[in-house]
């Protein structure tokens, strides 16, 4: 077959039993990503006016810093790894994925300008020495940001403090999001069950230190000691609801998070792995807090 041919193989037909690591799962994972690509342009979005007081509310909002250089970071780090890929149809849906990501922060930085958002100074971004540890922090990263992401943009959404008009607009940035992580988790079995023997206790340390940095990253936030970005981001983690002008409680976000997960996610082939830790572990949670007969939300 000719790298022309690989890269336009067709997915695996629905009525096909796919097989974790087979040559028909990298086919569907991959075609997956490239066939719903939305190949939107940001210099074109119109973006919406708003009255003085929504305005406010947006630019208050203490994420647009850290959102800005996460992008610009995962950009680079999935860039990286595209450019160690062998496969020509992984290598391009790797690429695409890396696109859309670099996508997302000149979307992001349009945003910033178009409201008259004052950022600090950007950091540099550093290209990683290890091209598959990075990929893979900014998978399960993405695993964890999207799954609450989904939650609070519902929220934002549903108590009008994002207005219909900017919510329309980033849709596209939302579905995209959903459409990384399954190719990621995917990219994750699929990867487990085909590299060489010899290469698996390696790749298996590599997901727990990911794992580990990522949790010790967030317990670091969870501190929330200091005006450091890292603090301001936790903040907005842990009380993002409030920042929206809304309480909820920790069970009422956990379960809009997991409808909104479940219902994004649901589009993609079923035979297609979701991302499942970061679910799993709300449900535990879940098991332990007594639900209470009703749970108003409150604006």
Request: glycine residues 4%.
């Given at each position: ?38 190949p ?13 007081e ?7 909002l ?46 992001l ?45 519902k ?53 727990i ?8 990253e ?25 920042e ?42 879940l ?11 409150a604006?």
């Amino acid at each position: 077959m000719s790298m022309m041919e690989k890269i336009e193989a067709p997915a695996p037909p629905p009525h096909e039993t796919v097989a974790r690591g087979s040559e028909a799962h990298l086919r569907l994972m991959c075609r997956m990503l490239l066939d719903t690509h939305d190949p939107y342009r940001p210099a074109l979005i119109q973006w919406p006016e708003l009255d003085e007081e929504t305005r406010e509310r947006i630019v208050s909002l203490p994420v647009w810093d850290m959102a800005v250089a996460a992008e610009g970071r995962t950009g680079l780090y999935v860039r990286t790894f595209g450019e160690s890929l062998q496969d020509p149809l992984l290598k391009a849906a790797v690429d695409m994925d890396a696109f859309e990501e670099s996508r997302h922060k000149v979307v992001l930085s349009d945003l910033v300008a178009a409201y008259d958002i004052a950022l600090g100074p950007e950091p540099a971004y550093k290209r990683p020495r290890d091209a598959e540890w990075a990929f893979m922090r900014a998978g399960y990263s993405e695993c964890i940001d999207s799954f609450f992401g989904f939650g609070l943009f519902k929220l934002a959404k549903d108590t009008g403090f994002f207005p219909p008009a900017l919510i329309d607009t980033f849709e596209p940035v939302m579905r995209e999001e959903g459409r990384h992580i399954v190719f990621f988790v995917n990219w994750v079995a699929w990867w487990r069950r085909t590299m060489p023997w010899w290469r698996r206790p390696l790749f298996e340390a590599k997901v727990i230190a990911v794992w580990l940095a990522l949790v010790w990253e967030r317990i670091d936030m969870a501190k929330g000691m200091g005006e450091s970005s890292k603090a301001q981001e936790n903040n907005f983690t842990l009380n993002g609801s409030k920042e929206l002008g809304v309480e909820v409680t920790f069970p009422q976000l956990a379960r809009i998070c997991l409808a909104e997960n479940d219902r994004r996610l649901a589009p993609y082939d079923a035979r297609l792995i979701r991302p499942r830790f970061v679910p799993a572990m709300i449900r535990l949670a879940l098991r332990f807090v007594p639900r209470p007969r009703q749970e108003p939300i409150a604006t």
